[in-house]
Nanobody, 121 residues
Framework: QVQLVESGGGLVQPGGSLRLSCAAS????????MGWYRQAPGKQREAVAE???????NYAESVKGRFLISRDNAKNTVFLQMNSLKPEDTAVYYC???????????????WGQGTQVTVSS
């Protein structure tokens, strides 16, 4: 059984910062490209950032230069450092990790439970 546990959300004023964490645990053989997604009320879930196991990153245009994704492969954890936050960043943030539980097993996508980020004065 594999589980992703997120932490770090909360309420912050515009211009502030937050750091999200997502730790995978359980039967893990390998983890592929990990990512962060978000979903605002009344909107579809959108990709925010992703990072390969080798450290190559991609970002949505709306967060480039403000957000930084990183990962600790030894701890099966991905982070999202969010700076210069704006009210439009308000959403529930989810992490995604494609995980193989053993050699020869197929990769399955696992999602975190979601953490609320609210940017408001």
């Amino acid at each position: 059984q594999v589980q992703l546990v997120e932490s770090g959300g909360g309420l912050v004023q515009p211009g502030g910062s937050l750091r999200l964490s997502c730790a995978a645990s359980g039967s893990i053989f390998s983890i592929g490209t990990m990512g962060w997604y978000r979903q605002a009320p009344g909107k579809q879930r959108e990709a925010v950032a992703e990072i390969t196991s080798g450290g190559v990153t991609n970002y949505a245009e709306s967060v480039k230069g403000r957000f930084l994704i990183s990962r600790d492969n030894a701890k099966n954890t991905v982070f999202l450092q969010m700076n210069s936050l704006k009210p439009e960043d308000t959403a529930v943030y989810y992490c995604l990790a494609p995980i193989r539980s053993g050699w020869g097993r197929r990769e399955l996508d696992y999602w975190g439970q979601g953490t609320q980020v609210t940017v408001s004065s």
